[in-house]
């Protein structure tokens, strides 16, 4: 099975910060990584697929880069409605794994 | 609205079954493929089964298979997944997902979810 590794599992920042979330595979996954937020009783929301394709009504401040082993979530911007946590995934080949999530809290 | 709900979660015991439901609406349901994905306590995303959208092609996480059964009625736009021999290890958070239309293997929309507790 393939691991997904995220750093840091939690992070504390301010509205308007930059913000860069990293996800590490336990092996090469070329470009089959996609980032979700997820916030507490609601459905998760994919953000990035192919690990830079920004999904559909998915805020410009979101981006996401890498390939093959490490890769990046970056908010350009902190907004309030961004305070959630954010799982990376790979859909490189089953089992599909996520990675452990990280908590963006409010500083 | 385009939206997944899922259903028939709650308390049951060890060994015991259960089956949970997501119903879809507001897109045609049939072409895509669909998936089972549960959060446990405290912890990650864990994705538990996939079908396709005419359920030819069917897949299990090891930690489920011979135990949890997906199925789904294109007629009722519904998806199912049938536990049995449940474990305390499998209280979480139940989320039923869909698919891209080329089976990219992520997920576009997310339901709530429905929480399941194995407990005596």
């Known amino acids: 099975d393939i691991q997904m590794t995220q750093s840091p599992s939690s992070l504390s920042a301010s509205v308007g910060d930059r913000v860069t979330i990293t996800c590490r595979a336990s092996q090469n996954i070329s470009s089959y990584l996609n980032w979700y937020q997820h916030k507490p009783g609601k459905a998760p929301k994919l953000l990035i697929y192919?690990?830079?394709s920004l999904q559909s009504g998915v805020p410009s401040r979101f981006s996401g880069r890498g390939s093959g082993t490490d890769f990046t979530l970056t908010i350009s911007s902190l907004q309030p409605e961004d305070f959630a946590t954010y799982f990376c995934q790979q859909s490189y080949s089953t089992p599909l794994t996520f990675g452990g999530g990280t908590t963006v809290e409010i500083k | 609205e385009v939206q997944l709900v899922e259903s028939g979660g709650g308390l049951v015991k060890p060994g015991g079954s259960l089956r949970l439901s997501c119903a879809a609406s507001g897109f045609t349901f049939s072409p895509y493929s669909m998936n089972w994905v549960r959060q446990a306590p405290g912890k990650g995303l864990e994705w538990v089964s996939s079908i396709s959208s005419s359920s030819s092609y069917i897949y299990y996480a090891d930690s489920v298979k011979g135990r949890f059964t997906i199925s789904r009625d294109n007629a009722k736009n519904s998806l199912y997944l049938q536990m049995n021999s449940l474990r305390a290890e499998d209280t979480a958070v139940y989320y039923c997902?869909?698919?891209?239309?080329?089976?990219?293997?992520?997920?576009?929309?997310w339901g709530r979810g429905t929480l399941v507790i194995v407990s005596s």
């Open positions: 997902a869909r698919d891209t239309k080329s089976v990219d293997w992520y997920f576009d929309l």
């Open positions: 192919a690990a830079s």
